[in-house]
């Protein structure tokens, strides 16, 4: 199975209303970044957080990470219809090696 | 972002034959990555490299080598292209001030 894994695969609100997406990984971390991918572009770097972060914020992007779980969400406030894309999860550990979940595809209804 | 291009864009090739994509960085960076991406999924390693001739494998390294000869250069070649290896191909750099990591534009092959 992979490594790393978000959930829900899929999700679907209105616009103003908030998105969360959680993401798992299974091995010790440096650190776990979050990403933006638009139908059929590029990956887009959102943020990311520390092994020893608890809790950042950007912007309308709040990420957390529970290092005891090996899990981590990040939660959009105030969605806008321009946020429908897919969005990925990679833990990266301290030999550099990255893994990435399957990602969730977020629609945001105008 | 990070000064990273990737060539060709696009390319069509036969089964069997040989193919090589380039991944072309400005800013030096240490570690550099090629990812594959399948639709609907995310992207699985390949192999990746933390300096000049020095690289690893990632999660579907089979079929697949790699080389880096320049810090700013990262070639990923496919000896005998097969069409499972049909994908989208991304280069990636993990900044060496804050670990970010940062994507190319991505080459579509198509092994037919």
């Known amino acids: 199975s992979q490594q790393g894994e978000e959930d829900p695969q899929a999700l679907s609100i209105q616009e103003g209303e908030n998105a969360t997406m959680n993401c798992s990984y299974k091995t010790s971390i440096n650190n776990l970044q979050w990403y933006r991918q638009n139908s059929g572009r590029g990956l887009v770097h959102l943020i990311l957080?520390?092994?020893?972060?608890r809790e950042k914020h950007s912007g309308r992007l709040r990420v957390t990470l529970d290092t005891s779980k090996k899990s981590s969400s990040l939660l959009i406030t105030a969605s806008r219809a321009a946020d429908t894309a897919s969005y990925f999860c990679?833990?990266?550990?301290?030999?550099?090696?990255?893994?990435f979940g399957d990602g969730t595809t977020l629609t945001v209804k105008p | 972002d990070a000064g990273i291009t990737q060539s060709p864009r696009h390319k069509v090739t036969e089964t069997g034959t040989p193919v090589t994509l380039r991944c072309h960085q400005t800013e030096n960076h240490r570690y550099m990555y090629w990812y594959r991406q399948d639709p609907g999924h995310g992207l699985r390693l390949i192999h990746y490299s933390y300096g000049v001739k020095d690289t690893d494998k990632g999660e579907v390294s089979d079929g697949y080598s790699v080389s880096r000869s320049k810090t700013e250069d990262f070639l990923l070649t496919l000896e005998s292209a097969t069409s499972s290896q049909t994908s989208v191909y991304f280069c990636a750099i993990v900044r060496d001030t804050d670990y970010e990591q940062y994507f190319g534009p991505g080459t579509r092959l198509t092994v037919t």
């Open positions: 990679a833990s990266h550990t301290n030999a550099g090696k990255s893994t």
């Open positions: 957080i520390r092994s020893n972060e």
